[in-house]
Every structure is written in C-alpha cells, then in structure tokens.
C-alpha cells in the first residue's frame, strides 16, 4: 500500500511523499527524499506586524537581544578558508590529532576568567 504523506517546511510551503507500507505492515522508506529548501530570512518587524494584525507581540529578553548581537557579530567575521579546508581534509583523512594537554589548559584557563 501507498500512502502519500503530506509536510510543510518553515516557511509553509507543501511538500508531498509517498510511502510503501506494504513490507510485511512494517513502514518502508520513503519512495523519495523530500525536496530540502534553506531557511528563508525572517522578515523585518515592521513587515510582519503591518502584515498580519493579530500577530502576538514577542518580547526579546535583554539575555536573548545579547546573543542575537553576539551571533551577528560572529556572521560577519572573516573565514580563513585555507585553515578550514586543511582542518576538514586532516579529519576527512584521520590525520588530525587533538592534544589532551592542550585541550586541558585551555579549559582551566577559561574556568579562571
């Protein structure tokens, strides 16, 4: 038996897939993967206020506002692209090796500040 199963991504937008049931009445994988889709950016205040009037109002603790800062300060500083592609093709190659010590100290330092 086919069942189609119908889902919504985040943003609201439908996706349908079928799934064979018929494996003994155990569930079967889907017949294929549903469609992945990237976030689309929030929008602005402004705009969902002015577009829907019953929208609960959503207060950001000042805990939360700091950290929406902090993660947008972090979106905007720069890649070192060579370090990043070394480091993936050390763990990609089981090369990279962790040092325990150094791992510990750096621990103890960040526990004393």
Do not use: C, H, W
Not at 71 to 81: F, I, S, Y
């Amino acid at each position: 038996m086919i069942q189609n199963i119908q889902t919504r991504d985040p943003a609201g937008r439908a996706s349908e897939s079928s799934l064979n049931t018929s494996a003994g009445g155990r569930s079967a994988a889907p017949s294929s993967p549903p469609p992945v889709s990237t976030p689309a950016a929030p929008p602005s205040t402004a705009a969902t206020a002015a577009g829907n009037a019953n929208a609960p109002a959503v207060n950001i603790s000042a805990e939360g506002q700091a950290m929406q800062k902090l993660a947008d300060g972090l979106r905007q500083k720069p890649v070192n692209e060579q370090k990043v592609a070394a480091l993936r093709q050390a763990i990609a190659t089981n090369t990279y090796r962790i040092d325990p010590q150094q791992v510990a100290k750096k621990m103890l330092q960040f526990e004393q500040t």
